[in-house]
């Protein structure tokens, strides 16, 4: 009987480490499409923002982009390996900031047929938060590495 629960147990671990361990989501290959989301994690309040997000055109082929929960619809103009971003807040009639975090949008991209294996990072650059005031404040956006195999 000891033997069957020890068995069992082992192969319960077994599971798991492979479930939260082995299946990154965050791992893609080759000729997969991926969204990756660009999360705003810290916000002061604001009413608009812009900012740039350099990517690898080597790895990556932008296809575009999905709104997000947070502020307005994102206006995108993409050009060799730079996303210029814009958002702007989508009720105004409040006339107060909006603090909310979350996916402010997605970006839809097909990974390159001759991508090298790898870690990739998405830079944000040029970025400018505006309050409700016209007064710049600082906030956090997050993309999250790409890692292909």
């Keep these: 009987m000891f033997m ?73 103009n993409q050009s060799k390996g730079k996303i210029s971003a814009v958002l702007v807040e989508k009720d105004f009639s409040s006339m107060k900031d909006n603090t909310d975090t979350g996916t402010l949008f997605t970006i839809k991209f097909k990974v390159r047929a001759g991508a090298k294996p790898g870690e990739y990072k998405f830079k944000i650059t040029n970025y400018q938060f505006i309050n409700i005031n016209e007064q710049e404040v600082k906030a956090v956006v997050n993309i999250p590495q790409i890692t292909i195999k």
């Design 4 to 76: 069957i629960k020890k068995t069992i147990c082992l192969m319960m671990c077994f599971f798991l480490f492979f479930v939260f361990v082995g299946c990154n989501k965050n791992e893609v290959t080759a000729g997969d499409i991926i969204k990756v989301p660009v999360e705003l994690t810290k916000n002061p309040g604001m009413v608009a923002a812009s900012f740039e997000i350099e990517y690898d055109t080597d790895a990556f082929q932008f296809l575009g982009k999905n709104d997000g929960d947070v502020l307005g619809d994102v206006t995108v």
